[in-house]
């Protein structure tokens, strides 16, 4: 099993290809996808179990860690993602056994953000696959400014409103 890492552009999520960089926003947060598939050449039978682990900064908010497909259960422990995910079939070699979503507060501007590679074990074999992915953080600048005047009057008699 391999994790590929995903991120969200607009609403469509994209593959982040490993040693590529992102870049995140302070007061935002950093939505991140970890697809966990069959990439070897045999079957993994049903009700076998796969480790996902990752760790992040202590200072780094996990906002949240769910399962949007597959099954297992995920926790946050002092800055250690782990979910346990369950085969509940035989995921065969190019299918999927688990999408795992992560929610992170970004609450400074760091060069890279310390979040850990993502791993993916196999608890009976011990065999463990890895991916990482760098991200940067930055205050985004006032990207809008509004100045209303109040001697600007809508045509025909018509109303002006602003909502913000």
Partial sequence: MRPIVQHRVGKKWK???????????????????VVVSNRGVVPLTKDSKMVLTQTVDKKIPVQS????????????TNGEIRCE???TEDIEPGDRLATVD????IT???????????????????????DSFKVKTTYRPDSIVITADNRIQPDAGGKGEIDL
């Fill in 15 to 33: 593959t982040w290809d490993n040693g590529s960089h992102h870049e995140a926003h302070v007061h935002e947060v950093l939505s991140y996808r």
């Fill in 65 to 76: 860690v769910t399962i949007s497909s597959g099954r297992g259960t995920c926790s946050t």
């Fill in 85 to 87: 995910l369950l085969a």
């Fill in 102 to 105: 992560i929610n992170i507060a």
């Fill in 108 to 130: 400074k501007e760091y060069e890279r953000l310390p979040l850990g590679s993502i791993h993916i074990t196999n608890p009976v074999s011990g065999a463990k696959h890895s």
